[in-house]
């Protein structure tokens, strides 16, 4: 087995065994790796590449969308905050925006924060 299939086999089994908090973590962790790759893309205007890494970017953001409670208040801001978030990869997708893929990696850093400390609390709590 080649370094990138055991890779491959590595990460399926870490997924399918990770409680959600921690596949939540590692859904933003991959969304802030592709916008990364994506402002160089972006940067030496690579379009196709750009546009591969974004609209993987956005498919993490729907992922992220099912782990949301709707039901309560706080789960409800936060699938506002996903759906702008999937508004401004479009936009900056279309406009070919460093400046709005920034304002997404902005809110994917916070995210992390965010769900780095509910995980090191233990918060069985759904937002």
Not at 16 to 23: F, L, M, R, V
Not at 25 to 30: E, G, L
Not at 83 to 107: F, T
């Amino acid at each position: 087995m080649d370094y990138q299939k055991a890779k491959g086999k590595y990460e399926e089994t870490s997924i399918a065994t990770a409680s959600n908090n921690e596949i939540i973590i590692w859904m933003i962790q991959k969304a802030l790796q592709n916008l990364e790759k994506a402002k160089v893309a972006l940067q030496i205007r690579d379009l196709p590449e750009q546009n591969r890494l974004l609209n993987q970017v956005q498919q993490l953001v729907f992922e992220l969308m099912i782990y949301v409670n709707k039901q309560t208040k706080e789960g409800k801001n936060l699938l506002a905050l996903y759906d702008y978030i999937n508004r401004r990869l479009i936009e900056a997708n279309m406009e070919k925006s460093l400046s709005k893929v920034n304002e997404v990696e902005r809110y994917f850093i916070e995210l992390l924060e965010a769900w780095k400390e509910v995980k090191k609390k233990g918060t069985k709590k759904s937002l």
